[in-house]
């Protein structure tokens, strides 16, 4: 770990202005209001929350900005927003509508130096770059970095792209396992591991939560900062309070 505290951190995935949840980034089951679940995961004790706008990217458009300014409002927590997000402006438009920070994927990998021009703009603590993986054994790590919502690969090492995303600037990473997303077996331990050692910034493990021992394992193998989570806590599994119980007595420090 490369911080003091093991954070939580519930995952909003919204499409057309609505709370969503998916499995493998397809099966998508509306939710509810993701301004209302801010405001409940904010009450709960979650640390920070990411709010992602899924279908952005892919349908070439904006970040729906109303849904940033509802759910940055009903927040209490920093709120990190990704989606659409291609340019410093765009960057500037999301801080402005309530956001602490910034995620940049699929603009990123296009062009890199974006990454750069984000953290001198606005710091690097504000500017977070996920990525998309899937298991490919073409890739020397065997995982590749996937854009457009993970619908393309984009033919590049994730854990070489997140080790050049780091020197580039990026305050921290958020790597998500297609092949885990939404199944709730466990992260991609030797990913998110894998990405982890080679970056010197905190990681954020995300996608396959489906029990109180895979965030342990996330951090604790997986040598992840943080976890996001979605489905244990959309659907009711856990609460954001039993998540840190477990951690705190596996012996991993949390913020109460």
């Known amino acids: 770990m490369k911080t003091d505290y093991a954070g939580v951190i519930p995952c909003l995935d919204t499409r057309d202005g609505k709370l969503v949840k998916g499995v493998h980034f397809v099966d998508i089951k509306e939710l509810g ?70 995620s940049i994927n699929t603009a990123a990998v296009r062009d ?46 994730a854990v070489e792209w997140g080790a050049r995303a780091a020197k580039l600037g990026a305050g921290a990473l958020l790597p998500t396992s297609m092949d885990t997303d939404g199944v709730q077996t466990g992260y991609d331990i030797a990913m998110t591991r894998a990405i982890a050692d080679a970056a010197d910034v905190p990681v954020i493990a995300s996608g396959g939560a489906g029990t109180l021992d895979h965030l342990v394992e996330a951090i604790r193998d997986g040598h992840a900062d943080a976890v996001l989570v979605a489905s244990i806590a959309h659907y009711g599994t856990f609460t954001i309070q039993q998540m840190k119980d477990h951690l705190a007595a596996a012996g991993i420090a949390v913020r109460t």
Do not use: H, W
């Not at 458009?61 to 997000?85: E, Y």
């Not at 984000?118 to 970095?145: H, K, L, Y």
């Open 33 to 102: 209001d993701p301004a209302d679940a801010a405001g409940a995961y904010s009450d709960a004790g979650a640390d920070e929350l990411v709010v992602l706008d899924i279908t952005a990217s892919a349908e070439g458009r904006k970040t729906f900005m109303d849904v940033v300014q509802r759910t940055a409002r009903a927040c209490r927590v920093p709120l990190t927003v990704g989606g659409g997000i291609g340019s410093v402006e765009d960057m500037q438009r999301m801080i402005d509508a309530g956001a602490a920070k910034v």
């Open 112 to 157: 890199p130096d974006l990454i750069r021009r984000g953290a001198e703009q606005f710091g690097s603590d504000r500017v977070t770059v996920a990525i998309d993986t899937r298991g490919n054994d073409q890739m020397p790590s065997g995982f590749e970095v996937m854009v457009r919502g993970g619908r393309e690969g984009a033919g590049i090492d």
